[in-house]
Structure formats: structure tokens, C-alpha cells
């Protein structure tokens, strides 16, 4: 099982820890040997977030975006990231029919469920920004007027690092509305071989049903966000923001955007975990997926090679914990 829990009697999110380890088991059966991305992307879903997959071609990024959106039964559409893709491929465009003699909204591929966007950083910073509203408000507006997205309503986009040929840095505002990053690796000898054997002659992800519906996916956010957040795990979020704004490795901290992200974040792990209340273990193990794509650091950084990643963890392993 994809989900280890400690579910607590009488809890409110007594029916969710269920539906999540159905939809992580589904997901597992297509992607061998990554329980802890797959956990992790579970957690961005129930936390209203959108997900950010970067790694090196052919290492399953597509895989798990498309095992994600078969597990739920909601509408998926997919969009290939190309240098000619234009906003309104993504958001939609306003056309003139005939019959009616007037302007008809024709709706993108963004008025779905899951929206898929495959190497995102393939397309120009102009088309990549097309994304910015619908991620942040759930809303579209083309021609001065305002289009409503579904419920729930989450992007999945993948990318290739940046030092490969043909991409362009995602802009630092649309980093930003990404509730966290992963990055899948290579899987371990034993699951690669057992990926032969599966992959080989069919693909597991034609044999995936759908285990949920959008409606109960809904349903499990809304029991997400009675999770309870104590003040002091509060000011605890605040102080690791704080902390990377002043960081000297650091010329762009966390965001008040991202401390929200974290605080979100932390109550779907603590869901996901069957608690009801979040607890400084479930900021810390989130610190590093929800923030370090969000840092830039300084040149003196980039030369003695401190990732972000490696700022992030050397803050959170400095600053106290809160106190009971």
C-alpha cells in the first residue's frame, strides 16, 4: 500500500485515508518503485494545489500525470507544450458563428478536471503566463469575460531541466503558483526489471479504471481543510519563510503565497497520515518540495554550487521547533 496510516476514530477524515490509498494503490500499479512522489502527489490534489514534475526525459513524469488523472474519473485534457503554442490554444478564443451572428467562447483544453501540460518549458514565457489566472483564481477571461473552471481543478505540468536544448525557465510568478516540485529519478534495479516485464508487451495504464469520482475528490478536499493547524505550527510556517527571505545565500525568498502552500500542503499529509491536526514533522518533511523551487539564489551560490534545496534543508535543520 501506497499510504500508512494511524486512522483515529470519530475523526473527520475518517473516509478519506480509504479513498486516497485506493487511488494511490491504482497509481502504483503503473508507476513502480515511487511511493513517496506518488504520496506527494496525492497531497498536492487534496491540498488544491497544482504539481510541478521535473526530470530528465523517459523517466515516467507523463506516466504519473496520466495514472492521476485515469485513477479519478473526472475530464482530463492534455496539452503538448510546443515553441508555436499560443495563450488562446490554452485558454480558449472567442469565434464568430454564423447561424447566430454573434461571438461564441470555444473552451481550451483548461476547462477540465486535470490538465495536463507536458514539457511545459518547451513553450514560450508568453504562453507558459496563459496559465497564471486559471492556476491562481480557477478563472479565465478572454475578451472581458470571466469563465469559471471545474471542481476540482489541478495542473500537472512536466519539464525537462532547464540545461537542455530548446527550453525556457518557467517565470518566477508561475513557479510560484506551483504548490511543489518533484523529481521521480531513476527507479531502484527491482523496479526497473519488474518495468520490463509489465511495460514490455502492454501498458499498464490501459488496464487503470477509475477508483474515484471528481465528486468525491472534491469531497476529500473540503475534509482536508477541517484539519486542525495550531497557532504555534502557524508561526512556525512563518519563520521558515522568514528565514529564506533573510537567508545570504538567497536573492528571492518564500513568498506569503508560498507559506499558504505550505500551510495547505501540511494539512493533506497530516490527512493522508489519518490525523486530524498537523503536527512541525509534516512542515518539515514538506519544506523542501514547496519551497526550494520558489528560491533563487545569489551568484556567490550558483558558484560554490548551494542548491536551494540545500539552503531549504540546512534552515529547517537550524530553526527551533515550536514549543507545546
Request: net charge negative; proline share 8%; hydrophobic share 40%.
Amino acid at each position: 500500500m501506497v499510504l500508512d496510516t494511524g486512522r483515529q476514530t470519530g475523526s473527520p477524515i475518517d473516509d478519506l485515508v480509504p479513498a486516497a490509498r485506493r487511488i494511490g494503490t491504482a497509481i502504483e500499479a503503473v508507476i513502480e518503485g515511487k511511493r513517496d512522489a506518488i504520496q506527494l502527489t496525492l497531497t498536492v490534489l487534496l491540498a488544491e494545489g497544482h504539481l510541478l514534475i521535473e526530470d530528465v526525459p523517459g523517466v515516467g513524469k507523463t506516466m504519473l500525470a496520466k495514472a492521476l488523472a485515469r485513477a479519478i474519473d473526472g475530464t482530463v485534457r492534455r496539452v503538448q507544450f510546443t515553441p508555436d503554442l499560443l495563450p488562446s490554444d490554452i485558454t480558449g478564443v472567442s469565434a464568430y458563428n454564423q447561424e447566430r451572428r454573434d461571438f461564441e467562447f470555444k473552451p481550451g483544453p483548461v476547462f477540465a478536471n486535470i490538465v495536463l501540460g507536458d514539457e511545459i518549458n518547451r513553450a514560450s514565457p508568453k504562453t507558459q503566463s496563459a496559465l497564471l489566472e486559471a492556476m491562481e483564481e480557477r478563472q479565465v477571461t478572454v475578451d472581458g469575460t470571466t469563465y469559471s473552471l471545474q471542481e476540482p481543478f489541478m495542473v500537472i505540468a512536466t519539464q525537462n531541466p532547464v540545461e537542455m536544448e530548446g527550453t525556457y525557465p518557467l517565470p518566477e510568478a508561475q513557479r510560484d503558483r506551483f504548490t511543489a516540485r518533484i523529481s521521480l529519478g531513476y527507479p531502484p534495479p527491482a523496479a526497473e526489471r519488474e518495468m520490463l516485464d509489465t511495460h514490455g508487451s502492454a501498458s499498464p495504464l490501459d488496464q487503470l479504471r477509475p477508483v474515484a469520482r471528481a465528486s468525491d475528490v472534491q469531497e476529500l478536499v473540503v475534509a482536508v481543510r477541517r484539519v486542525l493547524v495550531s497557532d504555534q505550527v502557524k508561526d512556525y510556517i512563518i519563520s521558515l519563510a522568514n528565514a529564506t527571505r533573510t537567508s545570504p545565500e538567497l536573492r528571492l525568498g518564500a513568498s506569503p503565497r508560498a507559506a499558504l502552500h505550505l500551510l495547505r500542503a501540511s494539512r493533506a499529509w497530516a490527512a493522508l497520515d489519518g490525523r486530524d491536526y498537523v503536527i512541525p514533522d509534516d512542515v518539515q518533511r514538506l519544506a523542501r518540495p514547496v519551497l526550494a523551487h520558489r528560491l533563487l539564489p545569489t551568484a556567490e551560490a550558483i558558484v560554490e554550487r548551494h542548491l536551494p534545496e540545500q539552503v531549504v534543508d540546512r534552515i529547517v535543520a537550524q530553526l527551533p521547533l515550536p514549543r507545546r
